[in-house]
């Protein structure tokens, strides 16, 4: 009796060979596995060639073409009084200005033999530099008209197609068929390159600098823009950070259980998938048309980006709050605390990295919004002098993801490099905001 016999007539298999079946399932599963993997490498690939787009067609807009030169402020044409008024001297268009850069262009080539092209004009050659030039000749002398009568360095902006020819956009082929700028011009750029007149370097301005017109694209920048976003920024922190905490803690913790707490879950969860651009219809008839707040204003961005981040952070509030164990609350009320103290000195001290988390994630998300801001007129135009950037929450200004619209929507190819250069700045802000929501949960939070 010591071997075992089946009479059951079943075929009897090892655990240790799989069967058909058990290969047929094992099969799937790496299947399933290279799939994912696939996805993966696809996702990343597709990031990959965006950024690197992105950062091909954007880096450029941080170097600026500049072209060097002496210019004499001559007294006959700015001052023909020579009584240093103020106001008189502001009556002198920008179109006076022109002369003065022409006559430099003419002392610069009077001066060194070796430049100089052949049947191009000073009047042209003057036309290289942008048409901020005059502008700028024109602040500097009513910020100083005792200045009037010398002659001073400036470093003036070459125009964009002069600037497009060092960053490859513009070639002698293509220049023969422009408008803007001639095959002459071009070989003037690289003799004055040569003698040190012309140098392309890294451009401050592109930050500081408010947006220009449409024929000025190498004077626009992003300051008002980002005076502008962060001014938003401030008014959504100060007002969705309180009201919204404030809600999650009286949801949670407080509210009874019935069918109107209900109604207002399932209202704030609705709110969470409204499309932004209704929210932008909302304060336009709200902030603006009744209760008539200024039209570009920060104040009524931050209004709008308010709204639309409060339910993003009162969900995130609550989850965090639900994540504390019931047992912190019941310990707290064990030993004699009231119902708020067990909330606000044990359970919000804790769930609040959960609570900056969502926080700084709904401030990204409202950074990076552009079709409701569209709707309240967030695309001022501050430029001319003596004009200068918002210095509150009711001035007029812009804001990044605006002026990346705003600028995409223009025909010269610069705009386009400066929409590029715009959105690697607000990538920039959106990763360090996202980075210190990392470092803040990774800090502070706590595993039960």
């Not at 042209?124 to 030039?133: F, H, N, Q, T, V």
């Not at 956009?169 to 011009?185: C, F, G, I």
């Not at 209202?267 to 209760?291: D, E, H, T, W, Y």
């Not at 769930?351 to 969502?358: E, N, R, S």
């Amino acid at each position: 009796m010591t071997d075992a016999t089946n009479n059951s007539g079943v075929h009897s298999t090892s655990l240790l060979v799989q069967d058909a079946r058990t290969k047929k399932r094992n099969a799937a599963e790496a299947r399933f596995r290279m799939y994912g993997v696939i996805a993966i490498a696809i996702a990343i690939l597709a990031l990959v060639g965006l950024l690197g787009s992105i950062l091909a067609n954007g880096s450029s807009a941080f170097r600026q073409t500049f072209i060097t030169m002496d210019v004499y402020l001559d007294p006959a044409k700015l001052d023909k009084a020579g009584t240093r008024d103020i106001e008189k001297i502001a009556k002198v268009s920008t179109f006076g200005y022109a002369p003065l850069i022409t006559k430099s262009f003419e002392t610069i080539i009077a001066e060194n033999p070796e430049i100089g092209v052949e049947g191009l004009k000073a009047k042209d050659a003057g036309k290289m530099i942008s048409k901020e030039g005059p502008a700028e000749l024109r602040r500097f002398v009513l910020e100083n008209p005792d200045m009037i009568g010398e002659t001073v360095t400036f470093k003036f902006l070459a125009n964009g197609r002069i600037d497009g020819y060092y960053k490859g956009r513009v070639t002698e082929e293509t220049a023969k068929l422009d408008k803007n700028v001639s095959p002459e011009q071009l070989m003037l750029a690289d003799q004055l390159k040569e003698a040190g007149y012309l140098k392309t370097s890294f451009n401050l301005g592109f930050l500081i600098w408010a947006d220009a017109s449409e024929n000025r694209p190498e004077a626009s920048g992003l300051g008002v823009a980002i005076l502008g976003s962060f001014y938003m920024m401030i008014v959504v922190l100060c007002l969705t950070l309180p009201i919204g905490v404030a809600a999650s803690i009286y949801l949670e913790e407080f509210a009874p259980k019935n069918w109107i707490t209900d109604i207002v879950e399932v209202n704030i969860s609705n709110l969470a998938a409204v499309p932004s651009i209704v929210f932008g219809i909302l304060g336009l008839a709200i902030f603006i048309n009744f209760m008539g707040l200024p039209q570009s204003a920060p104040i009524v961005g931050g209004l709008v980006l308010t709204l639309m981040t409060l339910p993003t952070i009162i969900i995130a509030t609550r989850a965090s709050l639900k994540s504390v164990p019931p047992s912190i609350r019941d310990a707290a009320l064990g030993v004699g605390a009231s119902k708020m103290q067990a909330v606000f000195h044990h359970v919000l001290p804790l769930a609040a990295p959960g609570i900056l988390t969502g926080t700084i994630i709904g401030l990204a998300q409202a950074l990076g919004e552009t079709a409701p801001l569209l709707l309240i007129g967030m695309v001022a135009f501050v430029r001319e002098y003596p004009a200068g950037p918002p210095e509150g929450f009711f001035d007029p200004a812009a804001a990044l993801p605006v002026q990346v619209y705003n600028w995409t929507q223009r025909s010269d190819p610069a705009f386009v490099e400066r929409a590029s250069g715009a959105i690697i700045v607000l990538l920039v802000f959106l990763l360090i905001m996202n980075a210190i929501a990392i470092i803040l949960r990774r800090r502070f939070e706590r595993r039960w």
